[in-house]
């Protein structure tokens, strides 16, 4: 499927005949020798980006031999090639012939090599050679996400949860980076697991990502149409319709990705029955009834995952997957949950902490899943408690949506009232500390699943010690002495009634299984009898009885031996129905 509409395929054409004559063979698309020196200067002070004559990368990839392709997409064929000046493996894209001007192309292509992270495909160099236009990138042996859902070697084992997740929160992390941290924002438009490239380690890379700006003339504008049964499955509702194409629209292919990731599904299969080939189709049923989840659970998993991390998983899924683009999370939202869904004690993911993201629909929503893995670990100030408590007896509680912004409004508000109140400002100020703490502690968490197989030693932490970060971030954040546990405690509560009245009471509630389950949580360390930790170590447990458990007591718990040590339990009992009060 060609993405460029107005190229010109020539993939019949002898690409062999092409030699060192073409650099000179199309006057009309070379700029003056003056402009591209000054080019090649540019890119030298701002980026390493190499340009290749087409004659090193026809030598790299053996005259684009058939042998050497490694597989053909929306903007062309992609070979595998050694540079001949340093023996490096390359990717080399040859874009299908299009006619964009070779200054257009040189300007685009610089824009695109500006994005680098981690979890992106690095772009080392281009080929702009007569009407050739070629893309050189870092080489990736193994396959793409796509290849090992779904075309596994006999040799390959099924990936497991935990790794499912990494992944998942890797690529969150790369999309991250392209929508709130490079200005403007990329819209990536082409996210699907055959795009996600991974490494030995599972560690994995967006690729192609920015690619339609290369269209002749469509500098950053919308630029679609052509591409939407190449991403079919996997484009947002906006996106087939011709809408606006937004970041929410990458966060709807991201759902798409990660309920791939959990049902082990391809987002369209027709060799299924009809009501199964589209995968998103066939969930949202499901979806609104979470004792199905584990049934939607890919068979090779055999189970082996926690009841707790796939509904959050799957309720993150949810989220993405809404048809109206704003009810969407933000990604960065989804990249906070899935961190600590990808941080596993024994099996159990890492609890969530509600002051880790930027919009409370998430915490809602994996609160509404499984309130005891959110941790409500941050302090807010007296207002917004006093706020979150008009939010609660606010009458339009059907309306969660509503009830978020407007309690995210309040907020803003009591910020603004409190700027004249130093002590309030040194509250503040203590906060941000905090902020900046916990961003630091995330990044810890985070930079366990930074590595790649070739850098990863270095940045690499064992899922111990990732744990650990984990924890100390919630230990260091809930509870730090005795006097801040009262504090908090109160705080907890707050938090926690806010979120109940924000809609997560037994009537939406999704655990609503007739089944009691009970679980004992220990939600801020391991139970490794870990006696070094002891002395610091501070327990949060939950009893957790399904349906109706509306009504969360916290107590101090002094059974627990060591001194200062205090445990916070937090027992939610079981009361009159929920549903029938409220309807009161
Ligand atoms: N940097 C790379 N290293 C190794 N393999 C790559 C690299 N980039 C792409 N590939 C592989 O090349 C093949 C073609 O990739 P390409 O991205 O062009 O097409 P696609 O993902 O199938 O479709 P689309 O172009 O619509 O994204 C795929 O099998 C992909 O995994």
Redo the contacts with the bound molecule.
Sequence with gaps: ?N?FPCFNSQRNRNIHCKNETDEHDDHEFRPPVATTKHIEERETEQTPLKTFNFRELAMATKNFRQECL???????R?Y?GTLQSTGQLV?V?QLDKHGIHNKEFQAKVLSLAKHEHPNL?KLLGYCADGDQRLLV????SK??LQDHLYEQKPSQKPMDWITRMKIAFGAAEGLDYLHDKVNPPVIYR?L?A??I?LDDEFYPRL??FGLHILAPGTGDSLFHSSCVM??YGYSAPEYTRGDEVTIKSDVYSFGVVLLELITGRRAVDTTKPNDEQNLVAWAQPIFRDPTRYPDMADPLLKKKFSERGLNQAVAITSMCLQEEPSARPLISDVMVALSFLSMSTEGVPAAVPVASFRDKSMSIALSRHDSCSVVPFSLPRKEEDDDASSVSSSESEDDEEEESRSMEKQEEETNGNDSDDESDSNSEKGQEEEEEEQDSQLEKARSSRSSSSDSGSERRMSIGESNEAAQSLKIKYSYSSEEEDNERLSSCKSNEESLLSLGFDSERNHDDSSKNTSMRINSLAHDDDDDEEENHETRLEHIHSSKSDVQSVYSEDNTCEGSGQSSLRRIESEEEDHDSSDQD
Aim: net charge negative; glycine share 14%.
């Design positions: 499927m993405c490694i597989g053909e997409g929306g903007y062309g992609v595998k990717a894209k495909v990138y870092e080489y990736f396959d793409s082409d699907k055959s795009n490239l690729c192609d190449d991403t």
